[in-house]
């Protein structure tokens, strides 16, 4: 079983790369709405929430966790490794990819304040972005956005042409989303943009990463056909609406609200 968490909906968006790919595994995910945003919470109080829905996850028999947030991998992957025996995948921000195919040698990366603080984004920064010029812009607001499910409209409009004007305007050929929220706002962010930013999305390297960790350990779930379960320690509706967006016929009973 294939536990997976957030500090909301936003990793769903890392659930539609694993689903595609694995489509008979089993799935449990955990959105943590109800302590949501952990973009601004200290490390300590995030290790406490990841470590509480890591016992859950294993509760309900998962053979390997994928930490489906940035800022959580950030502040509690150490952790979470070092407390518990099964394995942990954790979100890294796309920044190898980006400045190898940056033609102008500058990047632009959208992230939350925890991410960027921590010691994970700095040394990706040291290792793969040398001789590239990093914008870094924190995405206040736009984690709440899409929890509410606005995720497009007016009000997405507004926020993101604050954040991304000045990286055109600094000359990024490529925009590195570095939260997990973000991906559910790539069709507002090429519309704004007019499809001046190549977007990347570091969750499909995410997915075959765990299927790869999968087959060494030998835990992949060779004859079934697959069941996807959603917990919510806050409300499900946004959760709900992402998921059958991408997939219909994951019904009402499979998401649930549960205090963790
Ligand atoms: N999806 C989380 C991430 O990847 C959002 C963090 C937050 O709740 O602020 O960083």
Redesign the pocket.
């Known amino acids: 079983m294939i536990g997976i968490f ?3 909906v ?2 769903i968006s890392v659930w539609k790369e694993l689903y595609a790919l694995m489509p008979n595994e089993d799935f449990v995910y955990v959105a943590d709405s109800a302590h ?6 200290s490390a300590d109080e995030i290790i406490e929430r990841a470590k509480k829905i890591s016992d859950f996850l294993i509760g309900k028999n998962a053979d390997i966790i994928v930490v ?6 950030a502040a509690a992957i150490k952790y979470l490794r070092s407390h518990f025996s099964i394995p942990f995948v954790g ?1 890294q921000p796309a920044i190898k990819p980006a400045a190898v195919e940056s033609k102008s040698g500058i990047i632009g990366v959208l ?2 304040a ?2 960027f603080k921590g010691t994970l984004y700095m040394n990706t920064i040291t290792k793969f972005a040398a001789n590239i010029k990093v914008i870094e812009q924190t995405g206040d607001g736009l ?1 709440e956005l899409v929890e509410n499910g606005k995720i497009s409209g007016d009000e997405a409009e507004q926020i993101l042409h604050k954040y991304i004007n000045p990286i055109i305007a600094a000359g990024a050929d490529k925009l590195v989303l ?4 973000y991906p559910f706002l790539i069709e507002t962010i090429k519309k704004i943009t007019n499809n001046a930013l190549a977007i990347i999305n570091p969750a499909p390297a995410v997915a075959l990463q765990t299927k790869k960790i999968l087959y060494e350990n030998n835990i992949s779930n060779k004859n079934n056909s697959g069941s996807n379960t959603f917990f919510s320690t806050g409300n499900t509706e946004t959760m709900k609406m992402l998921v059958q967006n991408i997939n219909k016929n994951i019904n009402d009973t499979n998401f649930i609200t549960h205090d963790i």
């Open positions: 957030d500090s909301g936003g990793g949501c945003p952990y973009g601004r919470k489906a947030c940035n800022t959580a991998t979100m992230a939350t925890g991410t984690v570095g939260c997990t929220h």
